[in-house]
């Protein structure tokens, strides 16, 4: 399975903060979702596994007692004086001692204080820890989901014109395109969502899973890749 993006409320749940936490994280660009941005209202948010590192980061800058005021200052000073970076909370090693954040530079020997204070250092970001425990919650988050779901598997190919073709085998018809496989991924699950509900609502019979008494929630994977042989 290949995960592609996280919903707003998909990543509230693996990294554990409320909707309307990452909302204001987003607006004031502590961390921004990099595939899809909100553009108005009832668009989606969603955020790539590099995001969900970003939001863990925050989370335990929080957690030690560093206020997002703060964290918002030193993305803030990282973007201003490192304009090549695009996601800072990402791409940097965080220090702190509850009073300022610090970043590791190219030289072991040497921090930049992002505030502009200086100060004892007491704990760093373990970035290696924190991969681990945002994959480890992204498997829970879907073991969880797939215990009771409706589990379809979709494809997702290159076009000669530059789009990306996307489709469900079990769904005769189920069909749609991207401009980068990201939104391919998106549009299907999209569409495979209205799909079964209008089977369901229809009293049709739902494939690989037939008469269905209740409308479950709807998994999407995409398919492995198989390798063919050539004789």
Known sequence: MKIIGFSAKEA????????????????????????????????????????????????????????????????????KNFPDIENPM????????????????????????????????????ALGYIVKEVKDNIIKLEEEREKESFIFEVEIEPENDGRFHAWCPVLKGCHTWGHTESEAFLYIKDAVTLYVQDLFDDGEEIPSFGKADELKSIVIKLAEKRETKVA
């Open 90 to 125: 990402t791409n940097f090693m965080f220090i702190s001692d509850g009073v300022s954040i610090f970043i590791l530079t190219d030289d072991p020997s040497i921090a930049l204080d992002t505030l502009k204070q200086a100060g004892q250092f007491a704990f760093s970001v």
């Open 12 to 79: 509230c749940k693996i990294v554990g903060i409320t909707y309307a936490q990452i909302h204001h994280w987003d607006k004031i660009g502590i961390v921004k979702p990099s595939i899809m941005g909100a553009s108005g209202t009832g668009s989606r948010r969603i955020y790539s596994f590099a995001d969900m590192i970003g939001l863990e980061i925050a989370v335990k800058l929080k957690g030690e007692g560093l206020s997002i005021q703060k964290t918002r200052k030193s993305v803030e000073y990282l973007k």
